[in-house]
Structures are given as C-alpha cells and as structure tokens.
C-alpha cells in the first residue's frame, strides 16, 4: 500500500468510525428509552393492580 | 423548502435504505470511476467525502439556525428541539472535516494543521461556536428560556458560515486549494459527477440521522411528560 492510499484509507476510516460512534450512541439512547417504557409500563400496571384491589376490598 | 418538507414525509427506513444505496453508489465512483488527479494523485479521493461533508455541516448549521429562527418568530413549539438536533448534527459533521482535512492536509501539505491558513481557522471557529452552543444550552434549566437563549445563540452562529465559505476567496496567500469559483466548480466530467452523487448522499445521509436522533428526542421528551404527569 502506498503512503497515498493509506492516508486516503485513514480518511474514510475516520469518517466510519466517526458514524459508527455516532450509531453506537443512538443505539445506548435507545436500549435507556426501552427501560424507561419498560418501567412506566410496569408502574401503569400496578397501579391498575392497586386500584382493583382498593374497589374489590371495598 | 419543498424538497425539505417532501422528505419528512418519507418514512424512515426507506430513507435509510436511500441513503445506503446513495452511498454506496458514491463509494463505488470514489475508488472505481473518479480518475486519479493529475497533481495530487490518489489522496485527492480524500476531497469526494471531505468536501460534501464540510457543505452537509454548514447546511445542518443553517438548518439549526432556520428553526431557531420559526422558534423565536413563529413559536413553533417542535422548533427548538429541532434546531438542537441540526446544531448536534453539524458538530459531528463538523468533527469529521476537521478530522479527514487534516488527514489531507498531511499528505499534501505534509503538516497536520496551518495556522496561517484562514479557511482552517475560520472553520474551526465556527466549529468551536456551535460546541460553546452545548455549554451555553445546558448551563440553563430546561424551559423556555433554555430555548430562547439557544436560539438566539444558534442565529448568531450563522453568520459565521459565509464568513467560513468565502475565508479562502478573500485570503491573499493560501495553499488550500479553490473547488468553486464565481463560474462554477473547478472540474468536470467524472469528477463532477462523483462529487455530486457524494454530496446528494451525505445530504440525505444526514437528514436521516437528523430524523433518527429527533425521533429518539421525542420520545424522550413525551416519556419525562408521562413520568410527571
């Protein structure tokens, strides 16, 4: 490999590498939005839970 | 504007399988069409992504700005979250010309960087602006407020592009070289093609990480609204 064509393969490199953190990011973004759905969706539940228990005892 | 709005009402993947297809495409011009340039060779290869990725930081900038603009003058309540997104979206892109000119500027300047040269500094000024636009955003509580001072600052920051883009036609010595001119670009045939099918992909590329990372940030607002509601 020539020091051109290394130089041009660094070049690109850095531009994947630079989306590819950027994917690795959005993705970490994303993975925490699903804990947190995740964790509304169980306080939503058992709160319905609650509220059943409340009217039937009542 | 059309254009613009046309493309928000593509759905995602479509415009992700787009924009890979594009990219592709302008990968497989860069090393199998584009001919080696007859002064500087095969680094030259390094300008089809260098170049479009510099004109995709300016327009997420402008982009930025713009919303900025409908959130001060239309109170548009999705414009702020939108012009942080452009803002972010520009830093990053603005992270990558820094990094691929400087790879450039080695191998055909044989240093890194030149402080003597306006076009490099004035970029990096405006790239160091919009970073300072992430202190400035996160040092005030979120509010309107928050918006309105990000807004302001992201208006500002605007200016700064033309100043950027035209450093190196005011500049009397220079070594970085000039692509456009007042008559149009300083090349060609394939190389024309190349850069343009390089450019129409970062562009498109961008909008789709740009609508990626938006949605993401809305459904992180509308989850912290459920979590106080």
Known sequence: MTTAETYVTAAYCVVFAGV????????????????????????????AEDERETVGVG | MR????????PLPALAVASLVLMMVALTLVFYVAPNDANQGFSQRIFYFHVPIAFTAYACFAAGAWKALRHLWKRDPLADLESYVAVHQGVIFGTLVLLTGSIWAK???GHWWLWGEDEL???????????????????????????NLSAVYALFGVVLIPVSFLAIRIAKSFVHPEVFTLHGPNFGGWILVTYCVAQAALLLFAHTLYRVELTGKRLDARLRELRFA
Do not use: N, T
């Not at chain 1, 590819?20 to 709160?47: F, G, N, P, S, T």
């Not at chain 2, 254009?3 to 593509?10: D, T, W």
């Not at chain 2, 790239?127 to 928050?146: E, I, K, N, T």
């Open chain 2, 121 to 147: 500094v004035l970029f990096l000024v405006l790239f160091l602006f919009y970073c300072a636009y992430f202190m400035l955003r996160f040092s005030v509580d979120p509010g309107p407020q928050r918006a």
């Open chain 2, 107 to 109: 191998i055909s300047w």
């Open chain 1, 20 to 47: 590819l953190v950027y994917v690795v990011l959005i993705a970490l973004k994303l993975q925490r939005l699903e804990r947190e759905v995740d964790e509304l969706e169980r306080a939503a539940h058992k709160a």
């Open chain 2, 3 to 10: 254009v613009v709005s046309r493309l928000y009402r593509v």
